[in-house]
């Protein structure tokens, strides 16, 4: 199994607070990314890094910021917590940009905003 | 903007039935072709991938053939088995950072 953990693994938080999602690889991969799982959309993509310091947004940023200080760490922050953020959050990296690498997922984050 | 179809769920077969999800896309250029497995409690797992039209992809005796006639790329497995009970996504990807498209996922249940 890929080397990524994803902490908490579960965390119920209540309306406006700010949450700080931490993803941490050990493969040493240039790219990981930040999806979020809700039923009837699949997963979608929040933001993605392709290198320390170097982050873009993704398909559903609105309310979400990211920084990648180390190549092994990504963090999502939810900067005041809405209900409509209640999900399931994935990291994801891969080796290289390419259409055909595979991406590597962590066992997820359930986050219910109350 | 790029899109991925798939059947709706729950497909629910009994044990050694024959097995087909659907699969459509919609993509501006020629993006890879992927299917993921999501077991309970767990994040996705590459099941297989198709790279290019007429390819196809085949992992622990699942399948699915890139046909860009018909933008499809359905899974198949001719004989299904309890542990293959879990969530399935077909996604796309045309590149650039590997910056995947899924679709809405396809629950499958497999009795006894």
């Known amino acids: 199994d890929a080397g990524i953990t994803q902490s908490p693994r579960h965390k119920v938080t209540e309306t406006g607070t700010p949450v700080t999602l931490r993803c941490h690889q050990t493969?040493?991969?240039?790219?990981m990314y930040w999806y979020r799982q809700d039923p009837g959309h699949g997963l979608r993509l929040i933001h993605y890094?392709?290198?320390?310091?170097?982050?873009d947004k993704g398909e559903v940023s609105d309310g979400y910021s990211v920084s990648r200080s180390k190549t092994e760490d990504f963090l999502l922050t939810l900067e005041s917590a809405t209900s409509s953020q209640t999900s399931v959050y994935f990291c994801?990296?891969?080796?290289?940009?390419?259409?055909?690498?595979?991406?590597?997922f962590g066992q997820g984050t359930r986050l219910t905003v109350v | 903007g790029n899109s991925v179809t798939q059947m709706e769920g729950p497909v629910t077969l009994s044990e050694e039935a024959f097995l087909t999800i659907n699969c459509t896309y919609t993509?501006?250029?020629?993006?890879?072709l992927f299917w993921y497995v999501q077991y309970p409690g767990e994040g996705l797992q590459l099941l297989l991938k198709?790279?290019?039209?007429?390819d196809k992809g085949s992992n622990k005796g699942f399948e699915a053939t890139y046909r860009k006639e018909t933008t499809s790329f359905h899974l198949e497995k001719g004989s299904v088995q309890v542990s293959d009970s879990a969530v399935y996504f077909c996604?796309?990807?045309?590149?650039?950072?590997?910056?995947?498209?899924f679709g809405t996922g396809t629950r499958l249940l497999v009795s006894p």
């Open positions: 994801a990296i891969s080796e290289s940009a390419g259409g055909n690498t595979e991406a590597f």
């Open positions: 493969e040493n991969h240039r790219y």
């Open positions: 890094s392709y290198g320390v310091k170097d982050t």
């Open positions: 993509a501006t250029g020629y993006p890879s």
């Open positions: 198709a790279t290019k039209a007429d």
């Open positions: 996604a796309l990807s045309e590149g650039g950072f590997q910056k995947l498209v």
